[in-house]
Structure formats: structure tokens, C-alpha cells
């Protein structure tokens, strides 16, 4: 993968976490630079992004506390999903990543080509949100 793509996912991942962008403002910048999608993956610590082609980069997560809970709670993801496209102002993506981590998902898929972020626990269960509009 090129540098100038690499730089686009490095800086929309620091965006995430200081939240300096919105998530529909990081979504569009990644589309912009050619990427279909990326993954979060708690238990290894990396957020990996996607292009069509097959390249990827794999990025480190900061570090975000809290462990993941052994039993996947989808109504708990799903309320922290609305938590976050509320986007109130005592929301932060750090905050998001502890809480999402404590109702047992252990990664989550964002597609831009199937409009939907798939949440998993440990044990395969997932909670499937599309994008809004």
C-alpha cells in the first residue's frame, strides 16, 4: 500500500480516538482514498483497512482499557451504537471501545460496500447495524 494511503488510515485511526473527526467525516475520507472497508479486532489490538485490490495496512490500537466480557449483551452494543450516532457530549470513541469491549464484542467489521458494521463476541454471536440513511 502506498504512503499517502497509509497516512490517510494512521491519521482517520488518531481522529477516531481524539476525536477530532466525526465517524461520517472518517468514512468519507476513507472511501476518497479508495479503501472498501476495515476491520477493529480488540483481541489482537489492530484496526486493519481494505482496498479492492487485496492490499492492506494493519495498524496498531491505542491502548484502550478494560478486557472483553466472556458473553456477547447485542442490546448493551446496540445501545452503545445509538450512544454513539447521537454523538452527544459525553460521548468519546475511547469510551465507546471500553464499553463495546465490556458487552463482549471482540471485533467488528465496517463495510462501505455492504453500508453495515457486523459486531462479534468471543463465541461467533454478532449484531448487524447498517448505515443510517
Known amino acids: 500500500m502506498d504512503a499517502e494511503r497509509i497516512a ?3 491519521d482517520c485511526l488518531e481522529a477516531a480516538h481524539t476525536g477530532s473527526l466525526t465517524f461520517p467525516a472518517i ?3 476513507l472511501l476518497a482514498a479508495g479503501f472498501e472497508g476495515y476491520l477493529v479486532d480488540y ?10 485490490d487485496g492490499d492492506a495496512v494493519t495498524l496498531p490500537l491505542p491502548h ?3 478486557s472483553i466480557a466472556p458473553t456477547f449483551d447485542a442490546t448493551s452494543v446496540e445501545r452503545l451504537i445509538r450512544w454513539a450516532q447521537a454523538d452527544g ?3 468519546s470513541y475511547p469510551a465507546f471501545c471500553e464499553q463495546v469491549k465490556q458487552a463482549g464484542c ?3 467489521l465496517v463495510t462501505f460496500l455492504g453500508r453495515r458494521v457486523v459486531y462479534y463476541g ?3 454471536d454478532m449484531h448487524v447495524e ?3 440513511g
Do not use: V
Open 8 to 10: 490517510i488510515a494512521r
Open 27 to 29: 468514512i468519507g475520507r
Open 43 to 52: 483481541r489482537c489490538g489492530t484496526q486493519s483497512y481494505y482496498l479492492p
Open 64 to 66: 484502550s482499557a478494560g
Open 89 to 91: 457530549p459525553d460521548y
Open 106 to 108: 471482540a471485533s467488528y
Open 122 to 124: 468471543r463465541t461467533g
Open 130 to 132: 447498517h448505515f443510517p
